[in-house]
T-cell receptor, first 116, second 110 residues
Framework: KAGVTQTPRYLIKTRGQQVTLSCSPI?????VSWYQQTPGQGLQFLFE???????NKGNFPGRFSGRQFSNSRSEMNVSTLELGDSALYLC???????????????FGEGSRLTVL | QKEVEQNSGPLSVPEGAIASLNCTYSDRGSQSFFWYRQYSGKSPELIMS????GDKEDGRFTAQLNKASQYVSLLIRDSQPSDSATYLCAVKGNFNKFYFGSGTKLNVKP
């Protein structure tokens, strides 16, 4: 069974540009979450999608957005990039709808973004 | 206030010893708890999940949960150099939103 697939794995952008990252969840998983990981802040929640609906959003500016398609694949977009957006962006999928006592997150390899 | 607290370490143990990693959380209503291992430059990998008070064992790993004390721990028996990594404690919130601790770096010395 294929794991969570993220593309691209590495990318370099300059300030002011925008970037789109893609995530394909594990087959059958309908929940997709995005996290930002930096050395100083650790893993921070960006947003979660389930059946094409954003159900939860973290404390990030509106420059960070996402969407989910009918096949559960997800994309996140960051517009007007800033130096501080340099990070590892991790996508994770889960088979559950989020009920308690269930549902691990399975992470992709991540997309490492460098903003110059 | 951070939702999940971990000692950042590094925690150094000799090969073959027991490594004990600890985590506290702030939301008393939390019901689902997880330990992830992250090697340098890699993504987090699920090691254990625990939902009920007490111990849960899987091979060399034992997760312990005490909801009254809001405390989760991970014991690694017979530690190996390959266990050297950062261990992340995670608590599940609403709608699959997970709160992660900052991680404890473990060094297992041969």
């Amino acid at each position: 069974k294929a794991g969570v697939t993220q593309t691209p794995r590495y990318l370099i952008k300059t300030r002011g540009q925008q970037v789109t990252l893609s995530c394909s969840p594990i087959s059958g998983h309908r929940s997709v979450s995005w996290y930002q990981q930096t050395p100083g802040q650790g893993l921070q929640f960006l947003f979660e999608y389930f059946s094409e609906t954003q159900r939860n959003k973290g404390n990030f500016p509106g420059r960070f957005s996402g969407r989910q398609f009918s096949n559960s694949r997800s994309e996140m977009n960051v517009s007007t990039l800033e130096l501080g957006d340099s990070a590892l962006y991790l996508c994770a999928s889960s088979w559950t709808s989020g009920s308690p006592n269930t549902g691990e997150l399975f992470f992709g390899e991540g997309s490492r973004l460098t903003v110059l | 206030q951070k939702e999940v607290e971990q000692n950042s370490g590094p925690l150094s143990v000799p090969e073959g010893a027991i490594a004990s990693l600890n985590c506290t959380y702030s939301d008393r209503g939390s019901q689902s708890f997880f330990w992830y291992r992250q090697y340098s430059g890699k993504s987090p990998e699920l090691i254990m999940s625990i939902y009920s008070n007490g111990d849960k064992e899987d091979g060399r790993f034992t997760a312990q949960l005490n909801k009254a004390s809001q405390y989760v721990s991970l014991l690694i028996r017979d530690s190996q150099p390959s266990d050297s990594a950062t261990y992340l404690c995670a608590v599940k919130g609403n709608f699959n939103k997970f709160y992660f601790g900052s991680g404890t770096k473990l060094n297992v010395k041969p």
